[in-house]
């Protein structure tokens, strides 16, 4: 395994260097650098032209210039633009803003993806699974820019100019709450009458919810309140225990229920540590969370039960412990929305500039900034996770050892947990490995849509400016990503599958 | 082929059940001797699985596959019965359709009555306590019915968890001991190891294991050597008789290898494009044989007592279509004996005079005698008259 | 040419004696090539039909209505002519029938409107789809050859060939696509989109180059290629007469994903201002042009829009087809 990892590193290095070759030569030959200077008068054409050629060495030939980038690249220091300033400087900001964009937005891709996905291969030929899959083609086919201009329009300016005075039309209420109906009916496997039973309750319940909203102007100043986080507590620890250990009353359903509660009377004893928290506090309670977590499954589990009790309360413990937080930072809503003049989705950059505040405020200027992007980058890579996992699923469902696990007399639910995701996600946590490696090269379009001055920026104004150095500062990140990240889906992939692993 | 009566043995507690078990184990290490039927405990009067008009469709873009065709057949205690045919005879698929695990898409009808009980319409909760505890299954492809991300022990282990509330540890045991029952070598040791570290023939001993552990009354085996190696098939085969009795469950064989059966099966059910054409003890269908498809089937068969340079007498053709089924028999354009009659009528599945044996006079519930033998053929008398049906197949099957 | 799971069964095997009753009862199946196979699945993929439909439409729509190059078109307005704004140049298309309100189904004179200098929107949009559709079409022919060349020599030569393919394509993956398309097309861009396309072609066949090797990899063990090499054919025949042939599935489907992304690279990079240099434009261009007109001339900006969208739809969803009609695992019944 160690000389397997040790051989990748070395293929990968000497690719890295042919790679950064080529990236280099291109990017010294898409145009001339001196292009804006020559239209100046002539008397500071001459000096103005001696002085950039000197900075970018343009006496030189390509490949000279290269290995002095090379060399200097070798001591960390990725050079200087042609406007003299310090490269390394430019990309320390632009790795923090393109991180910050793209790590949400394809965890969450991931997650979801993966979800819908599974749900469209266990339901497959049903409504759910075609409007799914007809979503999915949709979305592969849609130009990131795009919809990245239509969500600006209506997912910020007519969204924030809604906020004012969030009522909802009756109309949205109907189309929406039928919308949502018919999803769950889809997905209740039954005779027509569960079905319909399903319908009539989705739509009910979701038409309610929206009026309820509607009618309290939610929205002006949404917050869930200790009811709301007591409900989702208990439901979370119910959804978790069916899923992981079946729908009978057993020891994991108690150990979810004892981490339910324990979340609920946490929100209160809590409450004056989280009014003024800072990122080591959350970080330290969301720590404390899962070791309680672990102890109540430990403990409530037994010996017989005790793997799915740990799980099922630590799930339940950490979707606790977010609805708590998100609680906490919809609580400075208003204050925040009254900060922004009334316009909490925000379409340019990644903050407010000069903008100060609490915690919670900044929680929520962050957020403000990135749900537009992020919902575009969702939008286009939701879809791959979609349709592979999906196709991985029913790959799997139909091999023989999943037949066996039948005949062993296994419940469906086992059946689908242990035999064929277990299996069938092995080349999908590959996928997602290497999804990683290019989202930051992927993001370069987004990040110009909604103005963030990123990795995306460096290798724009680079090309435009036939300027290599900032490109190869692109580059470097970038590939260096795409190979690192391919390495470690490959050593994910020999240590999820035992075939490999062990030969 | 002695068939004394015995009583089911008292149910016994599966240590004693392992107990005796080693000791076969230790006695076919001294001196190998192959074990043949005669060597097992025989049925007993007791029926236990009896499948009445079992029918499976498969609706596909061409057209409506009529894999299995009004399948009947009973099964006693301790009883082996093979199922034989060619590939797409629908053997396998109606075996899968008696514990439902026949892809969703699948149309079954008819009754698989476990002890009186409907599998078919059982809701999957009753479906799934039967499933590996009463009737456990054998597959064919042993590469491929293991889990590869799953240990063996594991595997194993879940057997008995997915019906016994016990300690996984206890479960562990277990499937130490099975392990152990089926000869493999450090048993506990080769518990942690994975699928692909084990050969063919290991694996399938693996599957055995599996199909064992819950003591359950029926064993299905799905053509289990097939795809093994000529030499490890009969050391598999052996042990699965050796663990019949070391469990006292009956098993369904399905075999397209003539051969297998012989030595192995009480009776024997032969089918032909999706539905059985000839039934009977073993002795009576391989010996007086009613129905031509099954001469075909042993004048295909190499023999050491055939004289040197005589042909092996194979059948000509390939079986129908199963989505459009001529009207007549379906054995009939490849039949040499088929005439008008077999081609506008396809013959029902009836007794003839081919059977003796003590069980002939002893009717089971639905009044036909369980060792009767059925064939469908207009024309089985021509067969009877003759000592070697498959003779008509002499000359590439040309009516002489 | 058929593969064994190809061929249907019940419609195979000599039998001499009986074959004239055997067609009277229904027993053989008319034996099918693999084409005829393939045709059949195609046409019952509904989606995929309809992907066709629109496809063909689109581009009969672009190439006819302002006509190509010295051909001349049946659509009266140029996307050069700038002229006078007329109804502040909103769309004229009305599709709304009379009974229910609207002025009926008719084109007007400026079906997708104006452009703040009264250049017909329409024709612009028809413009700028030829442009993305050659560019598109170029780099889907060009990945697909270079790919299937590449894949294929390094799936059947292995050793230092294979090496050597390899290292190259894991070269070409380690750059971040936008960066090494944008970087080729800047160089490119302004010499036409016919270069465009190539370029965009050379940097784009990493995936077909993978299918198609790994597809080859199993098939150079297959006995045929086993039987054909010890009769002594030679590598160039065997590739191209026995290989070739049994992976054109991969091909073509890798062809018309290879279209799809192309379309989207294309219009994403002319959006960026590498790709398609004026005075052409393209779907993309016109989006980026017309960018700061989103809330004043909306229109501007969703034609092209919704025209990239129909294309790519269209592409995704005929190869989606193509791949059920090659690989039909979901009608496979096991016995």
């Given at each position: 395994?160690?000389?397997?990892?040790?051989?990748?590193?070395?293929?990968?290095?000497?690719?890295?260097?042919?790679?950064?070759?080529?990236?280099?030569?291109?990017?010294?030959?898409?145009?001339?650098?001196?292009?804006?200077?020559?239209?100046?008068?002539?008397?500071a054409?001459?000096?103005?032209?001696?002085?950039?050629?000197?900075?970018?060495h343009?006496?030189?030939?390509?490949?000279?210039?290269?290995?002095?980038?090379?060399?200097a690249?070798?001591?960390?220091?990725?050079?200087?633009n042609?406007q003299g300033?310090d490269?390394?400087?430019?990309?320390a900001d632009?790795?923090?803003?393109?991180?910050?964009?793209v790590?949400?937005?394809t965890?969450?891709?991931?997650?979801?993806?993966i979800?819908?996905?599974?749900?469209?291969?266990?339901?497959?030929?049903?409504?759910?699974?075609?409007?799914?899959?007809f979503?999915a083609?949709?979305?592969?086919?849609?130009?990131?820019?795009?919809?990245?201009?239509?969500?600006?329009?209506?997912?910020?300016?007519?969204?924030?100019?809604?906020?004012?005075?969030p009522?909802?039309?009756?109309?949205?209420?109907?189309?929406?709450?039928?919308?949502a109906?018919?999803?769950?009916?889809?997905l209740?496997?039954?005779?027509?009458?569960t079905?319909?039973?399903?319908?009539?309750g989705?739509?009910?319940v979701?038409?309610?919810?929206?009026?309820?909203?509607?009618?309290?102007?939610?929205?002006?100043?949404?917050?869930?309140?200790?009811?709301?986080v007591?409900?989702?507590?208990l439901?979370?620890?119910?959804?978790?225990?069916?899923?992981i250990s079946?729908?009978?009353?057993?020891?994991?359903?108690?150990?979810?229920?004892?981490?339910?509660?324990?979340g609920?009377?946490?929100?209160?004893?809590?409450?004056?540590?989280?009014?003024?928290?800072?990122?080591?506090?959350?970080?330290?309670?969301?720590?404390?969370?899962?070791?309680v977590?672990?102890?109540?499954?430990?403990?409530?589990?037994?010996?017989?039960?005790?793997?799915?009790?740990?799980a099922?309360a630590?799930?339940?413990?950490?979707?606790?412990?977010?609805?708590?937080?998100?609680?906490?930072?919809?609580?400075?809503?208003?204050?925040y929305?009254?900060?922004?003049?009334?316009?909490?989705?925000?379409?340019v950059?990644?903050?407010?500039?000069?903008?100060?505040?609490?915690?919670?405020?900044?929680?929520?200027?962050s957020?403000?900034?990135?749900?537009?992007?992020?919902?575009?980058?969702?939008?286009?890579?939701?879809?791959?996770?979609?349709?592979?996992?999906?196709a991985?699923?029913?790959?799997?469902?139909?091999?023989?050892?999943?037949?066996?696990?039948?005949?062993?007399?296994?419940?469906?639910?086992?059946?689908?947990?242990?035999?064929?995701?277990?299996?069938?996600?092995?080349?999908?946590?590959?996928?997602?490995?290497?999804?990683?490696?290019?989202?930051?090269?992927?993001?370069?379009?987004?990040?110009?849509?909604?103005?963030?001055?990123?990795?995306?920026?460096?290798?724009?104004?680079g090309?435009?400016?036939?300027?290599p150095i900032?490109?190869m500062?692109?580059?470097v990140?970038?590939?260096?990503?795409?190979v690192i990240?391919?390495?470690?889906?490959?050593?994910?992939?020999?240590?999820?599958?035992?075939?490999?692993?062990?030969? | 082929?002695t068939?004394?009566?015995?009583?089911?043995?008292p149910?016994?507690?599966?240590?004693?059940?392992?107990?005796?078990?080693?000791?076969?184990?230790?006695?076919?290490?001294?001196?190998?001797?192959?074990?043949?039927?005669?060597?097992t405990?025989?049925?007993?009067?007791?029926?236990?699985?009896?499948?009445?008009?079992?029918?499976?469709?498969?609706?596909t873009?061409?057209?409506v596959?009529?894999?299995?065709?009004?399948?009947?057949?009973s099964?006693?205690?301790?009883?082996?019965?093979?199922?034989?045919?060619?590939?797409?005879?629908?053997?396998?698929?109606?075996?899968?359709?008696?514990?439902?695990?026949?892809?969703?898409?699948?149309?079954?009808?008819?009754?698989?009555?476990?002890?009186?009980?409907?599998?078919?319409?059982?809701?999957?909760?009753?479906l799934?306590?039967?499933?590996g505890?009463?009737?456990?299954?054998?597959?064919?492809?042993?590469?491929?019915?293991?889990?590869?991300?799953h240990?063996?022990?594991?595997?194993?282990?879940?057997?008995?968890?997915?019906?016994?509330?016990?300690?996984?540890?206890?479960?562990?045991?277990?499937?130490?001991?099975?392990?152990d029952?089926?000869?493999?070598?450090q048993?506990?040791?080769?518990?942690?190891s994975?699928?692909h570290?084990?050969?063919?023939?290991?694996?399938?001993?693996?599957?055995?294991?599996?199909?064992?552990?819950?003591?359950?009354?029926?064993?299905?085996?799905?053509?289990p050597?097939?795809?093994?190696?000529v030499?490890?098939?009969?050391?598999?085969?052996?042990?699965?008789?050796?663990?019949?009795?070391?469990?006292?469950?009956?098993i369904?064989?399905?075999?397209?290898?003539?051969?297998?059966?012989?030595?192995?099966?009480?009776?024997?059910?032969v089918?032909?494009a999706?539905?059985?054409?000839?039934?009977?003890?073993?002795?009576d269908?391989f010996?007086r044989?009613?129905?031509?498809?099954?001469?075909?089937l042993?004048?295909?068969?190499?023999?050491?007592t055939?004289?040197?340079?005589?042909?092996?007498?194979?059948?000509?053709?390939t079986?129908?279509?199963l989505?459009n089924?001529?009207?007549?028999?379906?054995?009939?354009p490849?039949?040499?004996?088929?005439?008008?009659?077999?081609?506008?009528?396809?013959?029902?599945?009836?007794?003839?005079?081919?059977?003796e044996?003590p069980?002939?006079?002893?009717?089971?519930?639905?009044?036909?005698?369980?060792?009767?033998?059925?064939?469908?053929?207009?024309?089985?008398?021509?067969?009877?008259?003759?000592?070697?049906?498959?003779?008509?197949?002499?000359n590439?099957?040309?009516t002489? | 040419?058929?593969?064994?799971?190809?061929?249907?069964?019940?419609a195979?095997?000599?039998?001499p004696?009986?074959?004239?009753?055997?067609?009277?009862?229904?027993?053989?199946?008319?034996?099918?090539?693999?084409?005829?196979?393939?045709?059949?699945?195609?046409?019952?993929?509904?989606a995929?039909?309809?992907?066709?439909?629109?496809l063909?439409s689109?581009?009969?729509?672009?190439?006819?209505?302002?006509?190509?190059?010295?051909?001349p078109?049946?659509?009266?307005?140029s996307?050069?002519?700038?002229?006078?704004?007329s109804?502040?140049?909103?769309?004229?298309?009305?599709l709304?029938p009379?009974?229910?309100?609207?002025?009926?189904?008719?084109?007007?004179?400026?079906?997708f409107?104006?452009?703040?200098?009264?250049?017909?929107?329409?024709?612009?949009?028809?413009?700028?789809?030829?442009?993305?559709?050659?560019?598109?079409?170029?780099?889907?022919?060009?990945a697909t050859?270079?790919?299937?060349?590449?894949g294929?020599?390094?799936g059947?030569?292995?050793?230092?060939?294979?090496s050597?393919?390899?290292?190259?394509?894991?070269?070409?993956i380690a750059?971040p696509?936008?960066?090494?398309?944008?970087a080729?097309a800047?160089?490119?861009?302004?010499?036409?989109?016919?270069y465009l396309?190539?370029?965009?072609?050379?940097?784009?066949w990493?995936?077909?180059?993978?299918?198609?090797?790994?597809?080859?990899?199993?098939?150079?063990?297959?006995?045929?290629?086993?039987?054909?090499r010890?009769?002594?054919?030679s590598?160039?025949?065997?590739?191209?007469?026995?290989?070739?042939?049994?992976t054109?599935?991969?091909?073509?489907?890798?062809?018309?994903l290879?279209?799809?992304?192309a379309?989207?690279?294309?219009?994403?990079?002319s959006?960026?201002?590498m790709?398609?240099?004026?005075?052409?434009?393209?779907?993309?261009?016109?989006?980026?042009?017309?960018?700061?007109?989103?809330s004043?001339?909306?229109?501007?900006?969703?034609w092209?829009?919704?025209f990239?969208?129909?294309?790519?739809?269209?592409?995704?969803?005929?190869?989606d087809?193509?791949?059920?009609?090659?690989?039909?695992?979901?009608?496979?019944?096991?016995?």
């Amino acid at each position: 395994m160690l000389v397997f990892i040790a051989r990748r590193l070395v293929v990968s290095l000497f690719v890295l260097f042919a790679a950064s070759f080529v990236m280099f030569v291109l990017a010294a030959n898409v145009g001339d650098p001196l292009a804006d200077l020559r239209e100046l008068p002539d008397d500071a054409q001459a000096s103005a032209i001696a002085e950039r050629v000197e900075r970018m060495h343009l006496d030189l030939p390509v490949y000279a210039r290269y290995f002095l980038w090379l060399g200097a690249a070798f001591t960390g220091d990725l050079g200087t633009n042609r406007q003299g300033q310090d490269v390394n400087v430019l990309l320390a900001d632009a790795i923090s803003a393109t991180m910050q964009l793209v790590v949400a937005a394809t965890v969450l891709a991931i997650v979801i993806g993966i979800a819908i996905g599974i749900i469209s291969a266990l339901r497959q030929y049903s409504g759910f699974d075609h409007s799914v899959t007809f979503g999915a083609f949709v979305a592969f086919s849609l130009p990131i820019f795009w919809v990245g201009v239509l969500l600006k329009q209506y997912g910020a300016i007519e969204f924030n100019n809604w906020l004012a005075q969030p009522v909802i039309p009756p109309l949205v209420i109907g189309v929406v709450a039928l919308l949502a109906g018919l999803a769950w009916s889809s997905l209740i496997v039954g005779d027509r009458r569960t079905r319909l039973i399903a319908f009539t309750g989705a739509t009910a319940v979701t038409a309610a919810l929206l009026a309820f909203t509607s009618l309290t102007r939610w929205f002006a100043d949404p917050g869930l309140g200790p009811v709301t986080v007591a409900i989702s507590a208990l439901g979370a620890a119910f959804g978790f225990s069916v899923l992981i250990s079946g729908p009978k009353p057993n020891r994991p359903m108690y150990a979810a229920l004892t981490a339910a509660a324990v979340g609920t009377v946490m929100y209160f004893v809590l409450s004056p540590v989280l009014d003024a928290p800072n990122l080591a506090t959350i970080a330290g309670l969301a720590v404390t969370t899962v070791a309680v977590c672990v102890a109540i499954g430990y403990g409530v589990g037994g010996v017989l039960h005790r793997r799915n009790a740990i799980a099922t309360a630590v799930w339940t413990g950490v979707f606790t412990g977010g609805v708590i937080f998100v609680d906490r930072m919809l609580q400075s809503f208003v204050s925040y929305s009254r900060s922004v003049q009334g316009r909490p989705i925000s379409t340019v950059g990644a903050r407010t500039p000069n903008y100060e505040g609490t915690f919670w405020e900044l929680t929520l200027d962050s957020a403000g900034h990135l749900a537009l992007p992020t919902m575009a980058l969702i939008l286009v890579s939701l879809a791959t996770y979609t349709r592979y996992s999906r196709a991985s699923m029913l790959e799997v469902m139909n091999l023989d050892y999943v037949r066996t696990a039948r005949a062993k007399g296994l419940p469906e639910r086992t059946v689908m947990t242990r035999h064929a995701f277990r299996n069938g996600l092995i080349p999908i946590t590959t996928l997602a490995a290497y999804d990683f490696g290019t989202v930051i090269g992927g993001a370069v379009v987004t990040e110009t849509v909604f103005g963030w001055r990123a990795m995306g920026h460096l290798l724009i104004t680079g090309l435009n400016e036939a300027d290599p150095i900032p490109v190869m500062a692109f580059f470097v990140v970038a590939s260096g990503a795409i190979v690192i990240f391919n390495m470690i889906a490959d050593i994910t992939y020999a240590y999820l599958d035992p075939r490999i692993r062990l030969s | 082929m002695t068939q004394s009566p015995i009583p089911p043995p008292p149910a016994e507690e599966p240590g004693k059940v392992l107990d005796g078990a080693a000791a076969v184990t230790e006695a076919a290490g001294e001196v190998h001797t192959a074990r043949t039927l005669e060597d097992t405990q025989g049925p007993t009067e007791n029926e236990i699985l009896r499948v009445e008009n079992l029918s499976v469709e498969f609706p596909t873009d061409d057209g409506v596959v009529r894999a299995v065709r009004n399948v009947s057949y009973s099964l006693r205690e301790r009883e082996v019965l093979s199922i034989v045919g060619e590939s797409g005879s629908g053997k396998s698929v109606s075996s899968m359709a008696l514990l439902g695990l026949l892809p969703r898409s699948a149309r079954v009808s008819g009754k698989v009555l476990y002890r009186g009980q409907d599998l078919l319409a059982m809701r999957q909760k009753e479906l799934r306590s039967v499933r590996g505890r009463k009737i456990s299954m054998i597959f064919q492809d042993p590469m491929t019915a293991l889990n590869p991300v799953h240990s063996v022990g594991d595997q194993l282990a879940e057997a008995v968890l997915a019906h016994e509330l016990v300690p996984p540890k206890h479960a562990l045991e277990r499937a130490r001991e099975m392990l152990d029952l089926v000869g493999i070598p450090q048993a506990a040791q080769r518990l942690r190891s994975y699928p692909h570290e084990f050969s063919g023939g290991m694996r399938q001993r693996v599957m055995i294991a599996m199909a064992i552990i819950n003591n359950p009354d029926v064993i299905i085996a799905d053509e289990p050597t097939t795809a093994l190696d000529v030499t490890v098939q009969a050391q598999i085969l052996e042990k699965l008789l050796e663990v019949k009795d070391a469990v006292n469950s009956a098993i369904l064989l399905i075999t397209h290898d003539l051969g297998v059966v012989a030595g192995l099966a009480h009776r024997v059910l032969v089918m032909y494009a999706g539905r059985p054409v000839e039934v009977g003890t073993t002795d009576d269908v391989f010996y007086r044989t009613r129905m031509p498809y099954t001469a075909g089937l042993l004048g295909s068969i190499p023999s050491m007592t055939s004289a040197y340079g005589e042909r092996l007498r194979p059948i000509q053709g390939t079986p129908p279509s199963l989505i459009n089924m001529p009207t007549g028999c379906p054995f009939s354009p490849r039949c040499p004996l088929a005439d008008d009659t077999c081609r506008s009528s396809e013959p029902p599945l009836a007794p003839t005079d081919g059977a003796e044996g003590p069980d002939t006079a002893g009717p089971d519930a639905g009044g036909v005698p369980v060792a009767a033998h059925l064939a469908s053929c207009h024309h089985w008398e021509r067969l009877a008259e003759t000592d070697d049906p498959t003779a008509f197949f002499r000359n590439g099957g040309i009516t002489p | 040419m058929s593969t064994p799971e190809n061929t249907p069964s019940g419609a195979t095997g000599p039998d001499p004696d009986s074959g004239a009753s055997n067609e009277a009862q229904g027993m053989n199946i008319a034996a099918r090539t693999q084409w005829q196979l393939v045709r059949a699945r195609f046409f019952r993929h509904r989606a995929a039909l309809v992907g066709m439909f629109l496809l063909i439409s689109v581009v009969l729509l672009a190439f006819t209505s302002i006509g190509y190059g010295p051909l001349p078109g049946w659509w009266d307005k140029s996307p050069t002519a700038t002229g006078s704004l007329s109804d502040g140049g909103n769309p004229t298309l009305s599709l709304v029938p009379q009974f229910l309100g609207g002025s009926g189904l008719a084109l007007g004179e400026h079906p997708f409107g104006q452009d703040n200098v009264g250049k017909d929107y329409f024709a612009l949009t028809m413009k700028g789809t030829q442009v993305s559709l050659i560019v598109a079409f170029v780099v889907g022919i060009v990945a697909t050859v270079v790919g299937t060349v590449l894949g294929a020599c390094a799936g059947y030569f292995r050793g230092w060939t294979e090496s050597v393919l390899m290292r190259v394509t894991d070269v070409l993956i380690a750059i971040p696509l936008l960066a090494i398309a944008a970087a080729a097309a800047k160089i490119a861009g302004q010499a036409g989109i016919f270069y465009l396309g190539m370029v965009l072609g050379l940097v784009t066949w990493t995936q077909t180059a993978r299918l198609v090797r790994s597809s080859v990899l199993s098939l150079r063990e297959k006995e045929f290629v086993e039987a054909a090499r010890s009769v002594g054919t030679s590598s160039a025949r065997i590739i191209f007469k026995h290989i070739l042939p049994n992976t054109v599935g991969v091909i073509i489907v890798s062809v018309t994903l290879a279209i799809a992304a192309a379309v989207l690279l294309e219009s994403a990079l002319s959006f960026l201002g590498m790709g398609v240099q004026p005075p052409d434009t393209s779907l993309g261009r016109l989006i980026t042009d017309y960018r700061s007109a989103m809330s004043t001339r909306p229109w501007l900006f969703y034609w092209p829009g919704l025209f990239i969208i129909l294309i790519a739809l269209s592409v995704n969803f005929i190869g989606d087809g193509l791949r059920d009609a090659f690989d039909p695992r979901q009608n496979r019944v096991r016995d």
